[in-house]
């Protein structure tokens, strides 16, 4: 059984410049989410799919930010121009929409360093 | 608004003795409540939850929780600590409306020293 994976683990990237990342979630899990943790603090909600659908997005989520799911199976969340703000640890988790829907599984997170 | 605290940013404990991490939180409903550990270089693993039903509930690696509405607590313990037990640990809150996204506290360090 895989869990949720992540690509890259670590990005370094200069301030302007796109990056865009990867997650895999579990195979039978239809829902996807994405957040953010800055130092310091717990992860923040970005954003959630169930299947391809992007269903809702925080306020955290600025235009710089886009996220898609094609086909409901992996998902990428994009940012653009980025800026020194965006350094974080951005995290995958998926589960499913069933009795257990409100567990979700968390990625090992793709840590982003702007610079 | 919805929000979770966890009022210890650090905690030292040493190893073999009791632990106990406090969360509180604000929410409108019935919460449902998370305890998530996440260790250097990893994801958030998740240590036990709360439904409904036994307010105390058991979770992996011997930790259990206690859910006492009056408080709008739900704190996690261990009788025993590990050494391997040091890591970082969250509570959270759900479900957020539609899409059951999750509330996270800022998270409480554990150190334990031998």
């Known amino acids: 059984d895989t869990g949720v994976s992540q690509d890259p683990r670590h990005k370094i990237t200069k301030r302007g410049q796109n990056v865009t990342f990867r997650c895999d979630p579990i195979?039978?899990?239809?829902?996807l989410y994405w957040y953010r943790q800055t130092l310091g603090q717990g992860p923040e909600f970005l954003t959630y799919f169930q299947n391809e659908a992007q269903l809702e997005k925080s306020r955290l989520l600025s235009d710089r930010f886009s996220a898609e799911r094609p086909k409901g199976s992996f998902s990428t969340l994009e940012i653009q121009r980025t800026e020194q703000g965006d350094s974080a640890m951005y995290l995958c988790a998926s589960s499913s929409s069933g009795l257990d829907s409100y567990e979700q599984y968390f990625g090992p997170g793709t840590r982003l360093t702007v610079t | 608004a919805q929000s979770v605290t966890q009022p210890d940013i650090h905690i030292t404990v040493s190893e073999g003795a009791s632990l106990e991490l406090r969360c509180n939180y604000s929410?409108?409903?019935?919460?449902?409540l998370f305890w998530y550990v996440q260790s250097p270089g990893q994801g958030l693993q998740l240590l036990l939850k709360?439904?409904?039903?036994?307010?105390l509930v058991q979770g992996i690696k011997g930790f259990e929780a206690e859910f006492k509405r009056s408080q709008s607590s739900f704190n996690l313990r261990k009788p025993s600590v590990h050494w391997s037990d040091a890591a970082e640990y969250f509570c959270a809150v759900g479900p957020m409306e539609y899409g059951n996204k999750l509330v996270f506290g800022a998270g409480t360090i554990l150190r334990v020293k031998s």
């Open positions: 709360y439904f409904s039903g036994d307010t």
């Open positions: 929410y409108g409903a019935t919460p449902y």
């Open positions: 195979s039978e899990h239809n829902r």
